[in-house]
């Protein structure tokens, strides 16, 4: 059980070649009748599943409204292998690796700049995390969050309030992050 985001690329058939080629797999892949690849679900080597969509719209608003309650303000991978994973994602979506400050991984940023997910290391701070996407939801009170999490049946995985956030598994399996709305 896993949340899936789904990351905008320039042409979903070459990012969809490219992930096989580079170890991942496609669980699906919808094309027109006339065999132009329309969207697709792919996994990455370490089995985490995300979507690949064509690029739409302008996006630049969407920066300001990041730290909204109900949307999605950021997005982790914690894995084994930072580096092959880094590689996979900037093959396949287009990312660039930008820093190594970030849990023992690296920040990764869209072509046109924009700051647009981390890739961790597995382990230390991020023990108990699984190989999948984890979405980080900005809440209104991280600590009144966090207790109807354990009063609904969820699970605190990692909970570091000095910084304003938690991971969480809800009670079917799903691990999102919360944070402390800015």
């Known amino acids: ?4 985001p789904h990351f905008q690329v320039s ?5 969809a070649a490219r992930a ?12 027109s009748e006339y065999g132009q690849s329309q969207w697709a679900v792919l996994v990455d080597p370490m089995g985490a599943a995300f979507g690949a969509i064509p690029v739409v719209g302008d996006e630049s608003k969407a920066a300001d409204e990041r730290q909204s309650i ?3 303000a950021w997005l982790t991978l914690v894995v084994s292998d930072v580096s092959t994973v880094c590689r996979f994602y900037e093959q396949v979506v287009g990312w660039t690796t930008a820093s190594t400050n970030v849990d023992g991984g690296f920040e990764m ?8 997910a981390e890739i961790c290391l597995a382990g230390g701070d991020n023990v108990g995390i699984p190989p999948v996407w984890i979405l980080s939801l900005p809440v209104d009170d991280l600590e009144k969050s966090l207790r109807r999490v354990r009063e609904g049946g969820g699970e605190i995985i990692k909970e570091s309030t000095d910084a304003g956030h938690a991971v969480i598994r ?11 709305k800015t």
């Open 170 to 180: 809800d009670p079917i399996g799903g691990c999102i992050a919360l944070q402390a």
């Open 70 to 72: 109900g949307r999605i």
């Open 109 to 116: 940023r869209r072509p046109d700049g924009v700051s647009a």
């Open 1 to 4: 059980m896993q949340w899936m």
């Open 11 to 15: 042409d979903v058939g070459t990012s």
């Open 20 to 31: 096989l080629e580079l170890g991942g797999s496609k669980l699906m892949h919808a094309k």
